[in-house]
Structures are given as C-alpha cells and as structure tokens.
C-alpha cells in the first residue's frame, strides 16, 4: 500500500509543477471517471467468481446500510454539536423559503 | 447521483461476466493483478488533480481556523458511529468496519482500496456503504437539516459534499455553507487514501 501512497504523492508534485496548464487538468476529470469505471467493471468481475458473495448478496446490502446509518447517525450528533457551540453565533440565514424577517437592519 | 448509477452499472455488468464466465472458465487469471495496476495509474491521476487544483488552495486561505472542526466532526462521528455497531456486524472485525466507514461517501477509492487490502467482500460492503451515504444524503438533506443544522447535511455528504451533493446542500443549508461543504469535501477526499489503509494496517 506504500506503493499506491507514493505514487499519489508523485502525482500530487506533478500536478502541483504542471498546474499552469490547465488542459491537462480538464482532460483529467473525464479520465479519472473512466479509469474508475474499469476498475468497478474488474471488481464486479472478481465479486462475480466469488460464489460466497453472490450467495450472500442480500446480508452483504444489509451489513452495508447498518454501517453506512451508523456513519451518518454519529456525523449528523457531531455536527449538530460543531453547529450550537462554534457556528450558531454567526449564522445568517440566508434560504430563499424563508422569507422576510431575516435582514438585518444595518444592511438594509 | 448519475455518476453513482453509472458506476454501480459498470459494478453490476463486471459481476454478471465474473458470474457467468467463471462457469465457463473463460476469465483470464492475470485480471487480479491487472487491477492493481490500473489502481496505480487511477491513484497517480487523483494525485495530479489535487495537486493541480489551485482552487482548493483558495478556499483553505479564505476561511478561518473553526471550519476544521468540520471534517474533525465527519471524522470522529463516523468512525465512532461505527464502532458502537461494529460488534453487530458478522463476518467483518472493527478494523473492517472503521475502513469502511472511514470511506466518508468517496466509494471508488475507498472500495477499492479496502478490496487490495482485505478482499472482495469488504470491498463489495465498503462500494455499496458508500453509495448509500450519497444517495442518503440527497434524498434525507430536509430532515438532516431540521435534526442537526445546517452542518447536518454537510456532514452527512462527508467526502461528496464538495462535488455531488453540493447543490442540494447550497440549496437547504444555504449559500454560506457552500464554501465550508466544498472545504469538508476537498479535506475529506485527500484524507481517504492515507486514512483507509492506516485504520487497516493494525
């Protein structure tokens, strides 16, 4: 895994020398998209001579949507705490569908 | 939300060939390592765009110090959250479950990462555990909102709210959020591939 760590770094120097050309970092987004597509295409391709995996495909969606509410579950209590004790003070808010209300005076 | 679908029809269309072709027996062996090359070549590209990215920069020079607390939050409550559940997974040990969710929503990397490293099954729950994460997201965005904020739905994006599921946070949590979900985001997706294989080298 070391391998793949610098290998991104290489990466990362080089497109922080070449930045200034800017139609190579165009052309990397749509490359970059591609290149995952291939590699889900090979993963699906292993997943799919895995008899274990395929029998289990079920308990396999199950497990992921426990992990995935539990993640989501612990961020949103996190953020909620962030929010009340650093962000509320300077809270604008600034939704369209709330309407009037919310200018301040001094601004208006 | 497209880009997902797309992918998970890429993942689909893999697993039908593997299927059926394993019951041929007309897979190649040298797939595998193929694979792992082609990671190289995806992990040099994501590399050269975030080193090239003078955009990011920007937003880091922009905002002051607090916005870390942030991902700090999308960090600690993910990996947490998962941890109180992680003796309920079966077939998964802590570290699996950590990686996992320590994929933050960037399913790709994360998948992929946690399959080079703990096989296919881990990297199968990790692909789908973090398409859930987005699409929850874009779907679920109003009562994150109502339950924990404005920073709910940014939290709730983790890696993705700097691209996919910006709009709808922009457009539920408000503009100002913009620029610390696009923060969140960029933070994030850098830290995936040096977290992932960190939680699994224990």
């Known amino acids: 895994m070391l391998t793949v760590i610098l290998i991104m770094t290489a990466g990362m120097i080089a497109g922080y020398l070449l930045r200034k050309y800017k139609k190579l970092s165009k052309g990397l987004d749509k490359t970059v998209s591609y290149v995952i597509y291939l590699l889900l295409f090979l993963l699906g391709i292993t997943v799919g001579q895995n008899e274990t995996i395929i029998r289990n495909f079920h308990l396999i969606g199950l497990k992921a949507f426990l992990i995935t509410c539990a993640s989501v579950a612990g961020s949103l209590v996190l953020a909620a705490l962030v929010f009340h004790f650093f962000f509320r003070h300077d809270h604008v808010d600034d939704t369209a569908d709330k309407g009037a209300g919310v200018l301040q005076g001094e601004d208006a | ?202």
């Open chain 2, 1 to 202: 939300m497209k880009n997902s679908l797309i992918i998970l029809a890429f993942f689909a269309a893999g697993v039908l060939i593997g299927a059926l072709g394993d019951a041929g027996g007309w897979i190649p062996e040298a797939l595998g390592s193929l694979s792992t090359y082609v990671l190289y070549v995806l992990m040099c590209l994501v590399g050269f765009g975030i080193g090239g990215d003078t955009d990011s920069l920007k937003v880091l020079k922009e905002t002051n110090l607090k916005i870390v607390l942030v991902p700090l939050a999308v960090v600690a409550g993910s990996l947490g959250g998962a941890a109180l559940i992680a003796a309920f997974i079966r077939g998964l040990d802590l570290q699996e479950v950590l990686a996992i969710s320590g994929g933050f929503g960037y399913y790709s990397l994360s998948s992929l990462f946690i399959t080079e490293l703990r096989g296919e099954l881990p990297g199968t729950i990790a692909l789908l555990a973090n398409i859930m994460r987005e699409i929850m997201t874009l779907l679920m965005t109003p009562l994150f909102l109502k339950w924990a904020g404005p920073l709910g739905p940014v939290a709730s994006g983790g890696a993705t709210s700097m691209d996919t599921t910006l709009p709808i946070i922009s457009l539920y949590s408000g503009k100002q959020y913009a620029v610390i979900a696009l923060f969140n985001g960029i933070v994030l997706t850098v830290l995936v591939p040096f977290l992932v294989p960190f939680i699994l080298s224990f």
